[in-house]
């Protein structure tokens, strides 16, 4: 390891030995934080973005498409219970070729695509058949196309034309709806499904075409058109006379103070009417006219009488003058016809009720009469039909609303609990983070303070002298002879060594160190610096 880097480490070590048991855990916190932090900010921007790559795929599609993906190391995720597959963004394209190279995702032939695939051989009944799936599979195709619609499928009953009837059966379909989630078809879009089905096949009527939906309601019925089953159209009528009564009673005794509730009798069945009715065309020029006069005169002749029982005649008087007038005219008037053919659908109304309930509370000084006559015009009430219109103002129960108001008063209470909790548990997770922060930039603080606080080291102040090689000086003294010794001891005692002497003496004994061992000295003034620290 470098100098520089032990050096740092062990100045850090030292820093934390100083620290108290309290600093030291939260120093700990701090790091722990602040490592927790750079991980998910390192694993959020690494993350690549995610495309879809197909959707709406079948299982046996998307296991292919999944084996393709593992073959080439491309990372997925599956969502929508695996129809649909995510992909980073810059594989998308490159793997959507390489799955069409495969021939993924597979789809069946429908449509005009399949006469493609006839040959000269096929019979009479195969080339009927394909062609109706044909027909099936466009009209299913087209269908999807409208928004709303996920999936959908035909089915034609085109009966078979053959010249040993005199009459055939009328063309039938039937289509089935999937629509998207949580979206629901108006009536103008069944009816547009209606009419597209009905103009693209011979001789079908829309009301011999049945569109029902996933969930099993009828949309739209074979001789009912596209208001639906009868018990369908029951339901349509009263909520709509519902809502036009119920209008009415919150303009007058404001809104929830009344209730409404309608009972409609309806018809099921459906009928056909033909009528014919003839006029005459006021002040009009017949077509033709004839006339055709008679006039005989004349004297004799015996008097006509009556025939007897052998048809002979029986005189009844006698002869005299007669004439004879006779005149006849024939007039061709043209004359107005007008053929009239309905269709009567189920749902008409045959008897309906109504009861209104006004609260007692909210009714002071109305007018029942008055009441009475505004819901017979709204909702329509004919009396020859013998419809039931009943207005009673009684008391309210209020324990429904008050129950509504606490129970609103509860979920305020907890989405504002929820919502605090959610913003104490963000200002904590903030502030462990500035607080990991700051805890970190105390202790780097801290570290550079010491370090530049630094004193200055005596290297002479714990120096071993025994230790260090004999000077030069020392030595040639010690190895004089006995009558130098004896000629110095007759000789006057020197004054003692100034301390300049004597530092210049242990700077000599230093660099003869250094000189003989560089290493070994520099790791003694390296412990010299560290123990000079304070604490």
């Known amino acids: 390891m470098p100098p520089q880097i032990s050096g740092f480490v062990q100045r850090f070590g030292s820093g934390l030995k100083g620290f108290t048991a309290g600093q030291r855990t939260i120093a700990a916190i701090g790091a722990a934080l602040l490592i927790v932090s750079v991980i998910a900010l390192s694993a959020w921007l690494t993350k690549p973005a995610l495309t879809p790559l197909f959707s709406g795929l079948k299982s046996s599609d998307a296991s292919g498409i ?28 490159d793997e959507r070729l390489k799955a ?29 058949v394909t062609y109706k799936r044909a027909l099936e599979g466009e009209l299913a195709s087209t269908i999807s196309a409208m928004e709303g619609v996920q999936t959908a499928a035909v089915r034609l009953a085109i009966p078979e034309r053959t010249v040993f009837v005199s009459t055939t059966p009328d063309t039938t379909a039937s289509v089935f709806v999937e629509t998207k989630p949580g979206v629901t078809l108006s009536g103008d879009k069944v009816q547009a499904i209606v009419h597209l089905t009905s103009a693209a096949i011979e001789n079908l009527k829309p009301l011999n075409v049945a569109v029902v939906d996933s969930q099993g309601n009828v949309l739209s019925a074979v001789g009912g058109g596209a208001v639906g089953s009868s018990s369908k159209q029951a339901n349509d009528y009263q909520q709509r006379t519902s809502d036009a009564v119920r209008a009415v009673m919150d303009r007058v005794v404001g809104p929830g103070n009344s209730t409404v509730a309608v009972a409609a009798d309806v018809t099921a069945e459906s009928a056909q009417q ?59 008037n043209a004359v107005n016809k007008v053929t009239e053919d309905r269709v009567i659908p189920p749902g008409a109304i045959k008897r309906q009720t109504i009861s209104v309930a006004v609260n007692q509370a909210a009714a002071g000084g109305l007018n ?48 504002e609990a929820e919502q605090q909790a959610a913003f104490i548990g963000t200002l904590i997770t903030a502030g462990s983070t500035l607080l990991g922060l700051l805890v970190i930039g105390l202790v780097l603080m801290v570290v550079l303070r010491r370090r530049q606080k630094r004193e200055p080291v005596d290297l002479g102040e714990r120096l071993d002298l025994t230790a260090l090689p004999a000077a030069p000086a020392v030595a040639a003294l010690g190895a004089a002879p006995p009558t130098t ?35 070994k000295a520099a790791d003694y003034l390296r412990s010299l610096m560290d123990d000079r620290q304070p604490v």
């Open 100 to 128: 069409a190279a495969a021939g993924l995702p597979s789809a069946a032939a429908t449509g005009y695509s399949l006469l493609d695939k006839m040959g000269v051989t096929s019979s009479e009944f195969q080339q009927s």
């Open 274 to 332: 033909r009528s014919e009715t003839f006029t005459n065309a006021a002040d009009a020029l017949p077509l033709s006219e004839s006339t055709k006069t008679e006039k005989y005169t004349g004297t004799g002749g015996g008097a006509a009488g009556v025939l007897g029982p052998d048809n002979i005649a029986v005189p009844g008087g006698t002869g005299g003058d007669g004439s004879f007038d006779s005149s006849t005219s024939t007039k061709n």
């Open 485 to 519: 010794a004896i000629e110095l001891t007759s000789l006057p005692p020197l004054p003692q060594a100034p301390a300049q002497i004597a530092a210049e003496r242990r700077q000599m004994e230093i660099d003869s160190m250094v000189a003989s061992n560089p290493e």
């Open 368 to 415: 029942i009469v008055s009441l009475t006559a505004l819901v017979n015009a709204a909702a329509g009430i004919d009396q020859q039909r013998g419809d039931v219109v009943t207005v009673e103002v009684v008391p309210f129960s209020t324990a429904a609303a008050d129950d509504a108001a606490k129970s609103l008063a509860e979920a305020q209470a907890n989405a």
């Open 66 to 93: 999944v084996e393709l993906l593992r073959k080439d190391n491309v990372p997925y995720e599956l969502s929508d219970g695996g129809s649909t597959i995510l992909v980073p963004q810059d594989k998308v394209y």
